[in-house]
């Protein structure tokens, strides 16, 4: 396959020279199934990063240069990656710093990752084997284990390790996917959003450990608090959209339409005919569970939904009988202790509490045992 190593570039200089010179004498010929090349994306660095690479490419033919506006780490990387796709042929491309901080002895076993069937490769430097600089400060090693945790921990994305990592291989396939979408991240918030973003829509993704090196020469262009602030935006409103478009969104929805039904029920029987609450809201809930079951077949859990009549109603007896104890047990439960111990002057309010704990035991019963994924 066409392999491009993109070496993303800002007064590099003193270090572009020497990284190539290790790819090319010392990586590449120990990989004999791909076709390696090399494509350096320079943001017309002042320190003529891009005269060093030109002389570089006279002396090897499989480098190419790609120069462009400093618009930031993800913009130099789109611009790169459809660069290289569209003028290089590219059908795999690593994303790898030009610092020397990425180990290029590690290329080959990203590239057996792919070979072995996934769609991107990320170096992971916080298990497994990999790590940070043993000489950083503490709070610099602090920012950079508790600020990857925190991005798995919203995005509720656990299995993969390292989410800001910058050492990475991926086929062209992934990139035409999410290219659209990758235009909006033009800065280092670029690296959390592709992931995110492979990982939602179902591509394989691998991991190889290494040990990330501090640069020798340069400065680094991280820009700590503007990432740290876009970064958070960023996996916070993923994260609350994956919420709201899911199943659990989608149940709120449905559950939404359920109290209503309830609530209005309730109010008009205690209030207009002069229920106890208790049997009131037992009213009320007997024709809320008739509406979530349904409205949850058709939309919520569609997916698992029920299509012959004797699944239908055989999981319809299923659903009054683990939302009847619910009801009877924590929603009603609730207002019969209030109504008791408090007065009935709240028990709209009692209501409402046993409402919120029912939500939560309704969505776990409901997605792992009624509409679980190999119901039949």
Known sequence: ????V???TYNEKGNIEKLINILENEIFPK???HDMSILVADDNSPDKTAQEVQKLMKKWGNIDLSS???KGLGAAYVRAMTYAIDKMN?????EMDA????DPNKIPEFLKKIDEGNDMVIGNRYSNGGSIPPNWPIKRKLFSVFGNLLVRTILMRFSIHDWTGGFRALRK???IKEHEELESFPSYTFQIAFLHKTVRDGFKVAEVPFHFTDRILGRSKFPALEYIVNALRYVITARIKEVLTGPFGKFLVVGGVGFIINATVLRVLVEIFHWAPSPANLAGAGLAIFSNFNFNNLWTFKQQRFTTILQYFTKLIHFYATSSFGVIFIQTGTIFL???LIGRKYYFIYFLIGTFFLLIWNFTIYSRFIWKKNSQ
């Open 338 to 340: 209030g109504d008791n």
């Open 90 to 94: 590219a059908e795999i491309m690593f």
């Open 99 to 102: 610092d020397l901080s990425h």
């Open 173 to 175: 396939e992934v990139f």
């Open 68 to 70: 462009g506006e400093k």
């Open 31 to 33: 990989i004999k199934n």
């Open 1 to 4: 396959m066409k392999v491009i």
């Open 6 to 8: 993109i070496l993303p």
